[in-house]
Antibody, heavy 121, light 108 residues
Framework: EVQLVQSGAEVKKPGESLKISCKGS????????IGWVRQMPGKGLEWMGI????????RYSPSFQGQVTISADKSINTAYLQWGSLKASDTAMFYC??????????????WGQGTMVTVSS | EIVLTQSPGTLSLSPGERATLSCRAS???????LAWYQQKIGQAPRLLIY???SRATGIPDRFSGSGSGTDFTLTISRLEPEDFAVYYC?????????FGQGTKVEIK
């Protein structure tokens, strides 16, 4: 079964750093793009960026460029989303998802369960 | 950036009725790279339609997608109780990829 399993919920203070993870299984992790999607409380979906684990080619939405870092370790089938200095406005649910084909012009066909990040003093 | 505008914001219907959801793009979506997702409360989104009209694996045939260029439609032919949810369109032909703001289908 193709699966993406994300790390657990996080509660952090403003200014702290954070790295959340997304582990893939049941398919060739290196050869499918993985993306990250933000959903702020009560709001819609926002496309943040994607990474190709095979060579770490990464594309960001301009809205998130410089705000987060997307990375991957293909040796352990895991993608990451990290922040250097969290803000209260980073409070959201974050989903990882796999692109359905090996080109990056495809839809997200498999989704992780989501990681809730709460940033509060 | 391609802006996707979904309408209506909320659709109030009864089980068995037909639902028609619209997604309009601010510029043409190349190669009909348009997807629809369903999201239920407390769950991750689920892919329903890709390529504007192709159903994803395991999606019932009461869900259908149509359209091209800037105007796309998701139709649910007969609403089942489990179909009441929020639906999002997403384009993956332009950069950056973008989502619409969502349409909530609620029980009337």
């Amino acid at each position: 079964e193709v699966q993406l399993v994300q790390s657990g919920a996080e509660v952090k203070k403003p200014g702290e750093s954070l790295k959340i993870s997304c582990k893939g299984s049941g398919y060739s992790f290196s050869t499918y793009w993985i993306g990250w999607v933000r959903q702020m409380p009560g709001k819609g979906l926002e496309w943040m960026g994607i990474i190709y684990p095979g060579d770490s080619d990464t594309r960001y939405s301009p809205s998130f460029q410089g705000q987060v870092t997307i990375s991957a370790d293909k040796s352990i089938n895991t993608a990451y989303l990290q922040w250097g200095s969290l803000k209260a406005s980073d409070t959201a649910m974050f989903y990882c998802a796999r692109l359905s084909s090996r080109g990056w012009s495809s839809a997200f066909d498999v989704w992780g369960q989501g990681t809730m990040v709460t940033v509060s003093s | 950036e391609i802006v996707l505008t979904q309408s209506p914001g909320t659709l109030s219907l009864s089980p068995g009725e037909r639902a028609t959801l619209s997604c309009r793009a601010s510029q043409s979506v190349s190669s009909s790279y348009l997807a629809w997702y369903q999201q239920k409360i407390g769950q991750a989104p689920r892919l329903l339609i890709y390529g504007a009209s192709s159903r994803a694996t395991g999606i019932p045939d009461r869900f259908s997608g149509s359209g091209s260029g800037t105007d796309f439609t998701l139709t649910i032919s007969r609403l089942e109780p489990e179909d009441f949810a929020v639906y999002y369109c997403q384009q993956y032909g332009g950069s950056p990829r973008t989502f619409g703001q969502g349409t909530k289908v609620e029980i009337k």
